[in-house]
């Protein structure tokens, strides 16, 4: 073994300081604190992000597609059925979606809103899991014709429940010789989803797509074509075979592109949080260092005695490194435990202290998601113990020589 049981002993009864030490275990306990506190604060914020991004993602790809298909003129996109028949033959796409998609005026018992709109087909609206699993009012087969599909949040904020009408005003009117009047049109609530992002569950609007090609008045044409692919995460080579089978009718622009600020920003914050809260770790790194040096000051005479009987500088250096190196390894090992249960019970834990407290700690307007995520990666989780780990090794290198460079014949002459 590296350590002999003699080394291990005189250690850990360094550790257990008597009264006269009290003050250097009381750092030493302030150490494997600090560096317990700074695991789990890192694999919690990290395990919150990686939730954010996994749950942003999921929602944003599961209703919106992987790629879409756009005229190159701008404008609709007329005699879509060839285009799609191609689509659906290159390699990879899974799926593929005419689309109308506008903003509209809703308007509800004189209360008025703005609301994206889209249409789809009814068979595309049943097929696609992330809202037919999530209807919690009326059902998917209930889309058609005159009844649409509404979010959760826009039937709370109008009062709405399904069978109810609603009216949704056109962006442009009809001209007539008095001026400009407003296009109206009713429709059945048919269904009421719930995909818990705050944005599609307030202000999205599903339409069977001829009522929406007649609301907009794009005639037989849509606006896009929705792609789905088996793996979005290797969406550039997919892009390429799309763009070469649209080539001259279609321009292509992926869920990275049209994401790009928002996940990038996400990115960055990830990266200096993680840069951020490291430094809680190498603060009470340098609390083992000033505990170190405190202990190997104070036991300057049992040094030079244990040298006196044999003790090789070797020895010496690795008790110090021994009492030094338990404090973190100690401190590492709280730090993951206590990190992954609660990123494992976050969301109950939350519910917990709003309840306590009264107060909302994850207001779904601001932060877009219903319920606060939590995603761990165990090759993140190892990443952090190896860094704190590696920088409470760190930390007691330098104590530990200087403990094994001690005179003893200067140590017990100053005695």
């Known amino acids: 073994m590296i350590f002999s049981a003699f080394e291990r002993m005189v250690a850990m009864r360094y550790l257990r300081a008597r009264r006269q030490e009290g003050f250097i275990s009381v750092i030493a306990g302030f150490s494997l604190l600090g560096i317990a506190l700074g695991v789990a604060t890192l694999i919690i914020v990290m395990s919150v992000m990686n939730g954010f991004r996994a749950e942003l993602l999921g929602r944003v790809l599961g209703l919106n597609g992987h790629l879409n298909v756009y005229s190159v003129r701008g404008g609709p996109l007329p005699d879509y059925d060839p285009l799609v028949q191609r689509l659906q033959g290159v390699p990879g796409v899974v799926g593929v979606t005419p689309t109308v998609e506008g903003q509209a005026l809703v308007s509800v018992r004189g209360v008025a809103s703005g609301a994206v709109v889209r249409g789809v087909r009814p068979e595309d609206f049943r097929v696609r899991p992330t809202l037919s699993r999530n209807i919690v009012r009326g059902t998917a087969e209930a889309f058609g014709e005159d009844n649409i599909a509404i979010g959760i949040r826009m039937a709370q904020r109008l009062g709405l429940v399904v069978g109810d009408q609603l009216t949704l005003i056109a962006p442009q009117g009809n001209v007539t010789a008095f001026g400009t009047v407003p296009r109206m049109r009713s ?229």
């Open 187 to 415: 429709f059945t609530i048919g269904a009421v989803f719930d995909v818990g992002m705050f944005e599609y569950d307030n202000s999205f609007i599903f339409l069977p797509l001829p009522e929406a090609q007649a609301f907009f008045r794009t005639g037989e044409a849509v606006t896009s074509l929705e792609v789905f692919v088996s793996d979005p995460t290797q969406i550039r080579a997919a892009r390429d075979a799309i763009q070469s089978a649209v080539a001259g009718v279609g321009r292509v622009v992926d869920w990275q592109q049209s994401n790009a600020s928002f996940f990038t920003a996400l990115q960055v914050e990830r990266n200096v949080m993680f840069l951020i809260l490291s430094l809680i770790i190498t603060v009470a790194a340098f609390n083992i260092i000033s505990s170190l040096i405190m202990l190997v000051k104070d036991k300057g005479r049992d040094i030079a005695i244990l040298r006196t009987m044999g003790a090789t500088r070797g020895m010496i250096m690795r008790i110090f490194f021994l009492s030094g190196a338990s404090v973190g390894v100690a401190g590492t090992l709280v730090g993951v435990a206590l990190g992954v249960s609660f990123a494992l019970n976050i969301e109950t834990i939350r519910q917990g202290i709003q309840a306590l407290t009264g107060t909302n700690l994850f207001n779904a307007e601001i932060y877009f998601l219903s319920q606060l995520p939590a995603k761990i990666d165990w090759s993140e989780v190892i990443q952090v113990t190896l860094m704190a780990l590696g920088l409470s090794f760190a930390a007691t290198v330098y104590p530990s020589w200087r403990a094994a460079r001690l005179d003893p014949v200067e140590a017990l002459r100053y005695e």
